[in-house]
């Protein structure tokens, strides 16, 4: 079974800087999509950076171009998103996903779908 494991819960100030990374397991990355999607309570989930490793296409919601940064090193199983000039409107939980069944759609070199996750972490920006 595939695991996804993300790195621990951070705290962080306005227009900090911060890496998330994230353990893949039971899969040999390159062969579905990844991403990354985020949720606040009462609002729906969002999709926020993805990458097609076979495809090379990548993805990024409008609220994070130019900010956040998905990247993989397929050696490793791992997977990373960068984010700089954090805003307080940022926070939220953070997950790390695989390509699967579910309502949380992106759209890299192909439309995909990020239907397994992890535990999730929590991204605190401070104002």
């Known amino acids: 079974a595939w695991q996804l494991v993300e790195s621990g819960e951070v705290s962080v100030q306005a227009g900090g800087s911060v890496r998330l990374s994230c353990e893949i397991s039971?899969?040999?990355?390159?062969?579905?999509?990844i991403g990354w999607f985020r949720q606040v309570p009462g609002k729906d989930r969002e999709g926020i950076a993805a990458?097609?490793?076979?495809?090379?296409?990548?993805y990024y919601h409008d609220s994070v171009k130019g900010r956040f940064t998905i990247s993989h090193d397929n050696a490793k199983n791992m997977m990373y998103l960068q984010m700089n000039s954090l805003k307080a409107e940022d926070t939220a939980m953070y997950y790390c996903?695989?390509?699967?069944?579910?309502?949380?759609?992106?759209?890299?070199?192909?439309?995909?779908?990020?239907?397994?996750w992890g535990q999730g972490t929590q991204v605190t920006v401070s104002s």
């Open positions: 996903a695989l390509e699967g069944p579910s309502n949380i759609v992106v759209a890299v070199s192909r439309t995909c779908s990020l239907g397994y």
């Open positions: 039971g899969y040999i990355v390159g062969r579905k999509c």
């Open positions: 990458i097609d490793p076979a495809g090379y296409g990548t």
